[in-house]
């Protein structure tokens, strides 16, 4: 979709096609409505996670173009900040039934680049066309309040405003929903926008931003950069004249944002360490189904995997048995053909890092399936599963983000809640029991953004709020109505019309 006509193509064609590449797999920045070079004219490669062969060449983005992005969104600013709300809504329409239409070209796109298999990457487009759709409904609600003034005479309410030009940096394992949970409620609200997604997806984004353009939203209001984090990314953290800043992606990456981005609204949602509780009590198959989509899902790579399963010890060896029979079949491959249950990683340093947690796990725990890489071609590790492992152990502690899996026991629900408690995380959890006492006490005492019950820890809908507490993140919540007030801010209005000077608080 990135293509450049012809004559309008910045990159020459004799290195394209020393790169072994053609025109139309080099991308530009989009800034100011045109797809353009980076600054540095430079490009990087964006890899097929299954087969290791380049999808396109992206531009190397730097603090310059980080520059030229911010001047084009100042001067949209003014007029889309201006357009009433329903209009800017009619653009998301529009955006969403491109989306519908090009679901299945969008979702093959996502699969060669990140690597999920193909009916996960339709998911994920869907999840864009919801959040689109829903936020076009914003367009017309943005909802604020009015309460009655203490004084005669008197009356007073508070509004939505936009706030002004908003950063938005993207992980790559929603390379559309997550931008999409962003950009839309952001541009509803009136802000104009500097995108930096992934340097692992940058094709996805240039797909969700092709969209919007086609859908007729003005040039400058949204702008793309892609690049490396440590100079368009800390630019658009440390940028004084953007306003706000939305992001997703690593806990690590959240405390540098915390310590860098200067005096601007930032919402994080950072990592998690998510744990699927089984009672006693519990349909076991139905426990086990959700066990096996919480986390090998995505191959792991969602926030909101489950990598802990704490079970009840009398049922413990029961649930395992039948756990590891059905990880023992799920087939690992290309996530384009249709019987694959399991992708690749993201990359070599996903792969490395995922292999570095088993070898600790074999240490910390017993190994009862996978625990190893596949040799050839891509970034393939088996599903991995460890038992006995001890609550503080390191695997039971820190975010893998791969296939990996490690059972605890727990002797009763207290204890369970305590072992699910105690991680620095706090966005998904889970409990499958068959006793309202158990569901109710784990709905009140878990600490976590979200709480499943008898359902796995994945599997957020858009229309309810999402995001995390503890070290996942600031108290952002995404999606539903919640997901406007990230975009937003408030204005408080008193109208007066006694025609005299009133005094609140009683002052004569
Ligand atoms: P990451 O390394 O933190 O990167 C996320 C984004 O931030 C990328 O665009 C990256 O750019 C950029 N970036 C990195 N350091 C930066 C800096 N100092 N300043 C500005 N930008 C910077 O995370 P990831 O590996 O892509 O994503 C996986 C993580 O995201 C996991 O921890 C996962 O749990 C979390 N996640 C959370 C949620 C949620 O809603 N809570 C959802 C999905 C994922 P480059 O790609 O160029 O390095």
Request: aromatic share 8%.
């Amino acid at each position: 979709m990135t293509r450049f006509p012809k004559k309008h193509n910045p990159f020459k064609r004799e290195r394209l096609i020393g790169l072994g590449l053609d025109m139309a797999s080099t991308h530009g920045h989009y800034i100011n409505g045109k797809w353009v070079q980076a600054s540095t004219r430079k490009t990087f490669p964006s890899i097929n996670p299954a087969t290791e062969k380049a999808i396109g060449r992206f531009a190397l983005g730097n603090e310059n173009d980080v520059e030229k992005a911010v001047r084009a969104a100042e001067n949209a600013f003014h007029a889309w900040s201006h357009t009433p709300a329903p209009k800017r809504a009619e653009v998301l329409y529009a955006a969403a039934r491109i989306m519908e239409e090009k679901k299945e070209w969008l979702a093959r796109r996502m699969t060669e680049e990140m690597g999920k298999v193909l009916r996960e990457a339709r998911g994920d487009v869907q999840e864009a066309i919801d959040i689109t759709y829903y936020m076009a409904g914003e367009g017309r609600r943005m909802f604020s309040y009015t309460a009655p003034s203490e004084l005669k005479n008197k009356t007073g309410y508070a509004m939505r405003r936009p706030i002004g030009i908003v950063g938005i940096i993207t992980p790559w394992n929603f390379p559309l929903a997550i931008p999409a949970w962003k950009i839309m409620p952001a541009l509803v609200g009136g802000n104009t926008i500097v995108f930096k997604p992934s340097s692992d997806t940058p094709r996805c984004a240039g797909d969700l931003v092709n969209v919007l353009s086609e859908a007729g939203l003005p040039s400058g209001v949204l702008n793309l950069v892609t690049g490396p984090a440590n100079t368009a990314g800390q630019r658009i953290v440390q940028h004084p004249r953007i306003r706000a800043l939305s992001f997703t992606g690593s806990k690590e990456t959240g405390e540098w944002i915390t310590r860098n981005a200067g005096v601007k609204r930032v919402g994080l949602e950072l990592g998690g360490k998510n744990g699927i509780l089984v009672m006693d009590d519990a349909d076991l198959e139905l426990a086990v189904e959700g066990i096996l989509w919480g986390a090998f899902g995505t191959t792991g790579q969602r926030c909101t995997a489950a990598s802990r399963v704490l079970v009840h010890e009398g049922i413990e060896k029961e649930l395992t048995e039948m756990l590891i029979k059905k990880v023992e079949k799920l087939k690992l491959g290309n996530g384009l053909k249709e019987e694959t249950d399991v992708g690749p990683l993201i990359n070599k340093r996903a792969l490395e890092k995922v292999h570095e947690y088993a070898e600790i796990g074999k240490k910390e725990g017993k190994l009862l399936c996978g625990g190893n890489k596949v040799e050839g071609k891509g970034s393939f590790f088996e599903p991995t599963v460890f038992t006995r492992v001890k609550p503080h152990a390191r695997i039971a502690q820190e975010e893998i983000f791969g296939p990996v899996l490690c059972i605890l026991h727990v002797k009763d629900l207290g204890q369970g809640i305590q072992v699910m408690n105690g991680i620095d995380y706090g966005l998904s959890s889970s409990i499958y029991t068959s006793n309202l006492y158990n569901a109710m006490k784990a709905i009140e005492e878990i600490e976590a953004g979200i709480t499943y019950v008898n359902s796995s820890t994945i599997g957020a809908e858009i229309h309810y709020p999402f995001g995390g507490i503890k070290g996942t993140g600031n108290g952002t919540r995404e999606a539903g109505w919640t997901g406007i007030e990230e975009f937003t801010e408030i204005k408080t209005v008193y109208i007066d019309y006694s025609g005299k000077l009133q005094k609140a608080q009683g002052i004569k």
